[in-house]
């Protein structure tokens, strides 16, 4: 017998399409000079976004209350990413992916992935105000972004084909965005991502990670904001 969890995240597994129709693929792709419709390896940004403290916030709530919250929280988040040019890629669970640069082509792809994550971080307190005004332990985030070459394109069975980027860059975006509470901070970027846009954010370097087996250790920093 399916419990409450269950149902939750088949509720969530319903809303997602939804989401994903707010601005649609194939609009984005009419008229589109993309030099890879079909996929290939190109250089992307990749943005993770996580949600912390949703689950002890929302054990008392009703599923259709929980779900209310994770309808606002999404719409809320991914309305930087459409603002800044990016992709909606996929939810994974109360997890965001979206691109910028795929599947069109994006100048200053690496500053507009920062500029949509700092986005994001101003408009968390305006959920937090909504749903838990008297919350000392409201909802956090953590935002990884990476930019790395990537393949872009449709990947899957002919049963059901998604467009999506895969590839080592994509996991160091995603571990980038768990990273965070180590450091206590809730933007961390790669290096590469840094090096595209230096001279316009402010940054704290952290220590170097890797993801084992794969991959040499790469620096990492802490976002801070933009220059002035």
């Known amino acids: 017998m399916p419990n409450e969890s269950d149902e939750f995240d088949e509720l969530l597994e319903n809303l997602r399409p939804n989401f994903r129709c707010l601005k649609p693929l194939k609009e984005q792709l009419v008229d589109s ?44 988040m991914v309305e930087p990413i459409f603002n800044h040019r990016g992709t909606l890629d996929k939810y994974i669970d109360s997890t965001i992916m979206a691109v910028f640069n795929s599947p069109l082509p994006l100048e200053n792809h690496a500053l507009m992935a920062i500029k949509a994550a700092l986005a994001m971080r101003d408009r968390l307190p305006e959920i937090n105000s909504s749903w838990f005004p008297e919350e000392h332990h409201p909802l956090r985030i953590g935002i990884g972004i990476n930019t790395d070459r990537v393949f872009c394109g449709n990947v899957g069975s002919p049963q059901g084909m998604e467009f999506t980027a895969v590839g080592h860059g994509v996991n160091v975006a995603n571990h980038l965005s768990q990273q965070g509470q180590q450091y206590g901070c809730d933007i961390l970027i790669g290096q590469k991502t840094y090096e595209s846009c230096a001279e316009y954010v402010q940054v704290r370097e952290r220590d170097s990670t890797q993801l084992k087996p794969e991959g040499n250790p790469f620096k990492v920093y802490e976002l801070i904001g933009l220059n002035a």
Not at 35 to 45: A, F, H
Not at 59 to 75: D, K, S
Request: charged letters at 25%.
């Open 33 to 76: 000079s993309d030099p890879y419709p079909n996929g290939g390896e190109k250089e992307v940004s990749i943005l993770f976004v996580n949600l912390y403290g949703v689950e002890r916030l929302t054990v008392q709530m009703e599923v259709e209350t929980r779900v209310e919250l994770f309808n606002h929280y999404c719409g809320v």
